[in-house]
Nanobody, 125 residues
Framework: VQLQASGGGLVQPGGSLRLSCAAS????????VAWFRQAPGKEREFVAA????????VYADSLKGRFTISRDNARTTVFLQMDSLKPEDTAVYYC???????????????????WGQGTLVTVSS
């Protein structure tokens, strides 16, 4: 499956942004789909994920309440709604997918086989 991330841009602190991760070649059915982010000079960080069944979501504890992962009914696009954005949310955001990842590994980037190209989010006044 090929992934295309989009929706990044410049936003002021306190603002909102919605990212999209579109699948091409097939749907996300039976794939775990996750968002990660990577700020300059830092390691890639887990943000949120759908499990392979699509029935459960998992969030990084530090982002719970501000970020929401969702998907369309056709399971071709996964979204990341980001609210109350802070300057420290500035990063390149990546979507990733894998058909075999287990629940306990959802936060581990090295466990994902497919990656999108990343979309830059800059939070600044």
């Amino acid at each position: 499956v090929q992934l295309q991330a989009s929706g990044g841009g410049l936003v002021q602190p306190g603002g909102s942004l919605r990212l999209s991760c579109a699948a091409s070649g097939r749907t996300f059915r039976s794939y775990a789909v996750a968002w990660f982010r990577q700020a300059p000079g830092k390691e890639r960080e887990f943000v949120a994920a759908f499990t392979r069944t699509g029935s459960n979501t998992v969030y990084a504890d530090s982002l719970k309440g501000r970020f929401t992962i969702s998907r369309d009914n056709a399971r071709t696009t996964v979204f990341l709604q980001m609210d109350s954005l802070k300057p420290e949310d500035t990063a390149v955001y990546y979507c990733a997918a894998d058909a075999h990842i287990i629940y306990s590994s959802l936060g581990r980037p090295e466990q994902y086989h497919y990656w999108g190209q990343g979309t830059l989010v800059t939070v600044s006044s």
